[in-house]
C-alpha cells in the first residue's frame, strides 16, 4: 500500500477508541482494537524469513581495482508473498569508501513460490580473500506497519589478486629477448655460454668469438655467435617483514615487490628458464615450486594474493637457509627486500656470503619518489631542512648499494612505476653477459 493509504487508514481506525480493563491498573486503558487488529494481520501476513532458501553463485577471483560480482539467489518456498529489504554484508574492504551502501542493499519482492536474483557488485580495495558475512532480510506485511527480521549465513570467498599492472611492460621486454634468443634479424652483440652457429665475421665482433678452424677451411673469417642460457632457475624472494608494510605512494611496499617479480617471473618463463617463489620473514608465508610455464604465473598471482606484510624483523639467516633448500644448484636469487641500512648491515650482510658463494644474487628495492622529491626542494627553511634530510637519507642508501655490489651483487633501486621495468632490464643484462 502507498504512503498517503497507509497513513490516511491509520488516521481512520486511530479515531476508534475502545477501553479494555488492566488488572495491573485501577481504571481503564484506552486502547484502539481496530488497529491493533490491523497490525496483527499484518505481521502475520508478512512472508517467514526462516523459511526463505539463498544461494551464491559469480566471480570467485578479481584482480584488486577491477568488480566482482557475486549473484544471491533468493527463494520464497512460503505461501505469502515477500515484500523485504535485504543486506548483503560483506568485509569493509570489499568496497569503494563511500559504496557500500549502494552496494549491499537491495528491495525486493519476491511472489509466493518463485525466486529472484541479486546481485552485488564489490569493489575490493586490498588484496586477500574476502568472505561473505551474513544476508540480512527485513520481510513486511502488505500494510508495511510490521515486519519481520532474520539473518541467513551464506558462504562464498572472493579471492584479490596482485593487480599485476607492469604487465604493459612485458610486450617490450620480449621483444628483447628475442632480440637475444636471435629470433630477430637484429644484430645482438651479447653472449651466452650455448653455441648456436657461426656467421662472417663483422667488424666490430669480439675477436675473441673467432673460430679459426671454421676460418681456416672457409675464405673468410668465420666467428662463433651464442644464445643466452635457456632452463636456469629463477628464485624469487619476497621480503615480507616490517619494511615491506612501510607505504610508498599509495600502496605498500611490498606490493609493488608483487608487481615487479610477476613482470620478471612472465618474462623468464617466456625465455624457458623455471621460476619459484619464496615469502619470508621469520617462517615461510608462501612458496610455489616446481611450476610448468604455462601454470607458474597463475600459480604464484593466487599465492601472493594472501601475502600480508608482517609487523616483525626478517630473520635473515632463516630466510638465507630456506632460500639455500628451495635452491639447492646454481640459481638466480632475486631478493626483493628494503635498502635501509640497519636491517641490511645488521640481518643481510652477515649471511650474504653464503647466497653469493653458491648463485648470483639479485637485490631489488622500492625507492621512496617523496624522497627524491624532498631533496629538489627550496624556498623556505623547513624546505631547506626537508632537503637536507632527503640528503642524508639518499646518501645511507647509495652506501648500502655499494656495500652489496662489492659482494658480486646486482641493486636495482627505483621507484614503485619504474622499479618493474628496471628488474626486467636487470635480468636481461645478466641473461646477455652469460652469467645466469
Known amino acids: 500500500m502507498a504512503p498517503t493509504g497507509r497513513a490516511a487508514l491509520l488516521a481512520a481506525l486511530g479515531s476508534l477508541p475502545v477501553g479494555i480493563w488492566d488488572p495491573g491498573w485501577t481504571g481503564l486503558l484506552a486502547v484502539n482494537a481496530p488497529l491493533a487488529l490491523v497490525c496483527a494481520c ?4 508478512a512472508a517467514p524469513v526462516r523459511r526463505l532458501r539463498l544461494t551464491r553463485s559469480g566471480d570467485t577471483t578479481a584482480r584488486l581495482g577491477e568488480p566482482a560480482d557475486v549473484t544471491l539467489t533468493l527463494t520464497n518456498p512460503s505461501s505469502r508473498p515477500l515484500r523485504a529489504h535485504l543486506r548483503d554484508a560483506w568485509p569493509p574492504s570489499s568496497w569503494q569508501p563511500g559504496t557500500e551502501t549502494d552496494g549491499s542493499r537491495h528491495r525486493l519482492t519476491v511472489p509466493a513460490g518463485e525466486r529472484r536474483r541479486l546481485t552485488t557488485r564489490l569493489r575490493p580495495t586490498r588484496r586477500g ?16 506497519l510490521f515486519s519481520r527480521q532474520g539473518t ?6 572472493v579471492r584479490v589478486l596482485p593487480p ?24 645482438t652483440r651479447g653472449e651466452g655460454t650455448e653455441f648456436d652457429s657461426l656467421r662472417e665475421y663483422v667488424p666490430g665482433d669480439d675477436t675473441r668469438s673467432i673460430d679459426w678452424r671454421a676460418t681456416a677451411r672457409h675464405s673468410t673469417v668465420a666467428v662463433r655467435t651464442w644464445r643466452p ?10 621480503d615480507t617483514g616490517r619494511t615491506s608494510a612501510a607505504r610508498v605512494g599509495d600502496i605498500p611496499r611490498l606490493d609493488a615487490a608483487m608487481d615487479a617479480a610477476l613482470l620478471l617471473a ?8 623455471r621460476v619459484d617463489l619464496l615469502a619470508h620473514d621469520r617462517r615461510v608465508r608462501a612458496l610455489v615450486q616446481g611450476r610448468t610455464a604455462r601454470d607458474v604465473l ?6 601472493m594474493a594472501t601475502v600480508e606484510p608482517e609487523l616483525v624483523e626478517t630473520d635473515a639467516r632463516t630466510l638465507t637457509a630456506t632460500a639455500l633448500r628451495t635452491a639447492p644448484r646454481r640459481s638466480l636469487v632475486v631478493l626483493l627486500t628494503t635498502l635501509d641500512a640497519a636491517p641490511v648491515e645488521e640481518g643481510l650482510l652477515p649471511v650474504l656470503p653464503q647466497l653469493t658463494q653458491r648463485h648470483t644474487v639479485l637485490v631489488a628495492s622500492v625507492a621512496d619518489p617523496h624522497i627524491s622529491r624532498m631533496a629538489t626542494a627550496r624556498g623556505n627553511t623547513e624546505a631547506v631542512y626537508d632537503a637536507a634530510a632527503a640528503a642524508q ?11 652489496l655490489r662489492r659482494h658480486g651483487v646486482t641493486v636495482v633501486d627505483a621507484p614503485p612505476d619504474e622499479l618493474a621495468p628496471a628488474l626486467a632490464d636487470a635480468y636481461l643484462a645478466l641473461k646477455a653477459a652469460g652469467r645466469l
Do not use: C, M
Open 393 to 403: 637519507a639518499q646518501s645511507e642508501r647509495h652506501h648500502t648499494a655499494e656495500q
Open 42 to 45: 499484518d505481521y502475520a501476513l
Open 152 to 157: 541467513h549465513r551464506v558462504p562464498w570467498t
Open 266 to 273: 612472465a618474462l623468464a618463463s617466456r625465455a624457458g628458464d
Open 298 to 303: 597463475p600459480s604464484l598471482v593466487n599465492a
Open 164 to 187: 599485476f599492472t607492469s604487465r604493459k611492460h612485458l610486450p617490450a621486454k620480449l621483444a628483447r629477448l628475442r632480440e637475444l634468443d636471435g629470433r630477430t634479424s637484429v644484430l
Open 129 to 144: 580473500d574476502r568472505q561473505a558475512d551474513r544476508v540480512t532480510i527485513r520481510s513486511y506485511g502488505p500494510l508495511g
Open 229 to 238: 642460457e635457456r632452463d636456469r632457475h629463477i628464485l624469487l624472494v619476497l
